[in-house]
């Protein structure tokens, strides 16, 4: 009996042994803090881009890093290597003061063969010793985290260096592509009109686009309505009874071109003057360049 007891004790506590193994949560190391991480382990350029720089060597370098942690056994995902890199060009592009996006020649660069061509190697290769204009130095990855089913999450950091000759071709080539794009920028032409009694319409080539009414302050847009060549515009001033008064500014690029005002809308008319109808003129004229030929 003693025996038959032992031998029941003995398989409930199995029993209890392995439920408890099923039914508890998986346990996992404690997350690695980042700070942590590039302190034991994390190439220095992490912290300070500038620290594998020499005597012999004046380049700057400019650090990227992924936007988000991605999910990858064993490695990271092509994704979050091309994100750092991505992130090392903007770093780069800010430094010039550059908007990639806009940019047609900062785009030529990034999208030049042999730079590209660096980034479908491993960081095990020679890559310091490729001819470019912007070259791909390390990479450094690191799995801080992981998923609930174990799956690391990936955070890549990507180093790219440019010499002091190439930052200045680079700043003198965006320089140019800036100015030329100013250049062929089409004027904005606006009228803003105010102290108006009675009213005011404007005309571009003998068409009336708008109209300004008592003691209203309009402004408005006359570049849409302009033709490649002269154009002509008017400003016609009415009054229905008693005084008038009027006051305008035509504006090129926010600078003021032309501007006029006479009385003052609800205290005093211009030169006393009571005349009904058409009452003040104003004429100028606008060249609209052809755009130029590419």
Request: aromatic letters at 12%; hydrophobic letters at 35%.
């Amino acid at each position: 009996m003693n025996q038959t007891i032992f031998l029941i004790f003995v398989g409930c506590l199995a029993s209890l042994v392995l439920m408890g193994c099923s039914s508890s949560p998986k346990e996992r190391e404690t997350p690695l803090v980042m700070n942590q991480v590039l302190a034991d382990d994390a190439p220095c350029w992490i912290r300070n881009p500038q620290c594998l720089s020499t005597n012999d060597d004046n380049s700057l370098y400019f650090v990227g890093r992924s936007d988000e942690t991605l999910p990858n056994w064993s490695f990271p995902k092509r994704e979050s290597f091309y994100s750092a890199q991505r992130d090392a060009e903007m770093q780069y592009a800010r430094f010039l003061g550059v908007d990639i996006s806009s940019s047609s020649f900062m785009k030529e660069v990034f999208n030049n063969k042999v730079y590209q061509s660096q980034f479908e190697q491993t960081n095990t290769e020679e890559l310091q010793h490729r001819l470019s204009d912007i070259k791909k130095v390390d990479e450094y990855f690191v799995a801080l985290h992981e998923t609930e089913d174990g799956e690391p999450l990936w955070l890549v950091y990507m180093l790219i260096k440019v010499s002091p000759d190439i930052i200045e071709k680079h700043r003198l080539a965006t320089s140019k592509e800036i100015i030329k794009r100013e250049s062929e920028a089409e004027d904005i032409w606006t009228a803003y009109l105010y102290n108006i009694d009675d009213t005011v319409s404007v005309f571009v080539n003998e068409v009336k686009i708008n109209q300004c009414d008592l003691a209203q302050s309009c402004t408005i847009e006359l570049s849409p309505h302009l033709e490649y060549g002269n154009n002509k515009l008017r400003l016609e001033f009415e009054n229905a009874a008693l005084w008038w008064a009027y006051g305008y500014q035509i504006l090129k690029n926010n600078k003021t071109m032309y501007q006029g005002k006479c009385g003052q809308v609800w205290l005093f008319g211009c030169n006393g003057d009571t005349t009904v109808g058409k009452v003040h003129e104003f004429e100028f004229e606008i060249d609209k360049p052809l755009k130029s030929q590419p």
